[in-house]
């Protein structure tokens, strides 16, 4: 059974940092589309980055320049890594992996 596990949420100021973590049980997680998504309050969900097997990454327009996605295939594990954080970004984050398994999400506020 596939489970994606969330972490590294919080409350933030604008202007800083926070890192998420995505850890995922099973086999041949090297294989896989991974990605994050978010639904901001009242919002629908909406894509934040992918990553390829080969590390090929993609971002919304609204993050690029401030967000990485990365991955590490040995901890079975994709990051995000946000920068220059903006009350925007305030949202549910959601962890993705190919064939529509999804975590259960990890809150980020962005607030002074």
């Known amino acids: 059974q596939v489970r994606l596990v969330e972490s590294g949420g919080g409350l933030v100021q604008p202007g800083g940092s926070l890192r998420l973590s995505c850890v995922v049980s099973?086999?041949?997680?090297?294989?896989?589309?991974m990605g994050w998504y978010r639904q901001p309050p009242g919002k629908q969900r909406e894509l934040v980055a992918t990553i390829t097997s080969g590390g090929s990454t993609n971002y919304a327009d609204s993050v690029k320049g401030r967000f990485t996605i990365s991955r590490d295939n040995a901890k079975k594990t994709v990051y995000l890594q946000m920068n220059s954080l903006k009350p925007d970004d305030t949202a549910v984050y959601y962890c993705?992996?190919?064939?529509?398994?999804w975590g259960q999400g990890t809150q980020v506020t962005v607030s002074s």
């Open positions: 993705w992996k190919e064939n529509n398994y």
């Open positions: 099973g086999n041949f997680f090297s294989m896989y589309r």
